[in-house]
């Protein structure tokens, strides 16, 4: 009877799935995450997880960062989405909004994070995310060229007259400067504030307030001074290959480059954004990757504790040393100049809203600073641009 017994339950164990150990279903969690070096951390990941989970697969699927939450929109419901996926913070509310990610159960984790980086996965007084990296841009300069990097825009300029030469699509300094990210230093130059002081006032949009439209002026009155390039053409690839071409000496970009630049061979630091006189830098946008379960999983509680792993000391010390993306762990101890170049700026950094909103300012001021840069009416574009903004829900 008893022998019976024994194999009736090996029987039942064995036909209730295929198994790696008895009582431990097989689970395959699809990942999404940037391509590149994102790519290979997520690769490490997925090995290094299944050592100790045997029954769980990783499949990783490359999906930039900023279009996850897009994607998610379309492919969770078709039950084809992922399981786990990477997006900028500032995504939040619009995720949660839809109802496409899942709060998180155990928060406990989080008092062995950064501020910045306890606020960024919260939304409306829940955590939702699991904190992966923690980024602003900053001023990259090449150090054969500028051995002084310029502190204010004026010096840009300065330096500009001696080195600009359109003939040989020479310029002292790129950016993408229709890049509603990027350019956001402008408007905030001034002291104007996107969604007011704390970032989470729909009502505050700020986008044409005089200070704005102080601040873009100034951005208007660069182009003939430091950059004169159509916006259309600073592109991504422009700007980067200028840089590491050695006909820009100086690139505004972040952390995210620093692999890429390494492999170049461009001799280079990274300092704080020049800023407008009152001897502070720039103030930039900072943002931290942050990787959600996505509330369309099957497979919630395996989900969760893989995405759990993924910002564990040990997980997120290996992406530093893949990416050179900054962990947001206040227990890791960063001593890389370059990155420490972006830490300087941080300091000086804005925090991405997550209100819904934000959705608006990405298309609208993205419109409006590239048409701006290209002889537009700064304040006409600016109402245009606050109009959506006053329009969207």
């Avoid at 036909?15 to 290979?40: F, N, Q, Y």
């Amino acid at each position: 009877m008893k022998k019976h017994i024994g194999l009736m339950a090996g029987i039942v164990c064995l036909s209730a799935v295929l198994l790696s150990s008895c009582g431990e279903k097989k689970v395959t969690l699809k990942m999404w995450e940037s391509d590149g070096p994102e790519r290979e951390f997520m690769e490490w990941a997925a090995a290094e997880y299944k050592k100790s989970h045997p029954n769980i697969d990783i499949v990783y699927e490359p999906v930039a960062s900023p279009d996850a939450r897009a994607k998610i929109e379309l492919d969770g419901p078709a039950g084809v989405g992922a399981d786990v996926f990477v997006a900028p913070h500032d995504h939040v509310g619009a995720l949660v909004a839809g109802g496409h990610v899942l709060p998180v159960s155990d928060t406990s984790f989080i008092n062995s994070f950064v501020d910045a980086a306890k606020v960024a996965g919260t939304y409306e007084g829940k955590l939702y995310g699991y904190p992966l990296s923690i980024e602003t841009y900053a001023l990259f300069y090449n150090k054969d060229i500028i051995q002084n990097p310029p502190k204010t825009w004026d010096e840009v300029i300065s330096f500009a007259k001696t080195w600009n030469d359109k003939s040989k699509n020479k310029y002292a300094l790129v950016w993408g400067v229709g890049n509603a990210y990027y350019s956001y230093m402008f408007m905030s130059a001034y002291g104007s504030s996107l969604f007011g002081p704390n970032g989470d006032d729909k009502n505050q949009h700020n986008i044409n307030a005089p200070a704005t439209i102080k601040g873009l002026e100034y951005f208007k009155n660069l182009r003939s001074q430091i950059l004169d390039v159509p916006s259309a053409d600073l592109s991504d690839d422009f700007c980067n290959s200028a840089f590491v071409e050695g006909t820009a000496p100086m690139i505004i970009t972040g952390p995210w480059k620093i692999a890429d630049f390494n492999q170049s061979g461009v001799n280079y630091g990274i300092t704080t954004i020049p800023g407008f006189g009152d001897g502070k830098p720039a103030t930039s946008f900072s943002g931290v990757r942050i990787a959600f379960v996505s509330a369309y999983t099957e497979h919630k509680e395996e989900a969760e504790d893989f995405a759990k792993f993924l910002m564990s000391k040990e997980a997120l010390t290996k992406r530093f040393e893949i990416t050179a993306q900054i962990p947001p762990r206040s227990d890791i101890i960063i001593t890389d100049p370059l990155s420490n170049g972006i830490l300087e700026q941080a300091a000086y950094a804005f925090p991405m809203p997550t209100i819904p909103q934000m959705g608006t300012y990405w298309s609208a001021m993205g419109s409006a600073y590239g048409g701006i840069w290209d002889g537009d009416d700064v304040t006409q574009d600016l109402n245009a641009a606050a109009t959506a903004m006053e329009a969207a829900k």
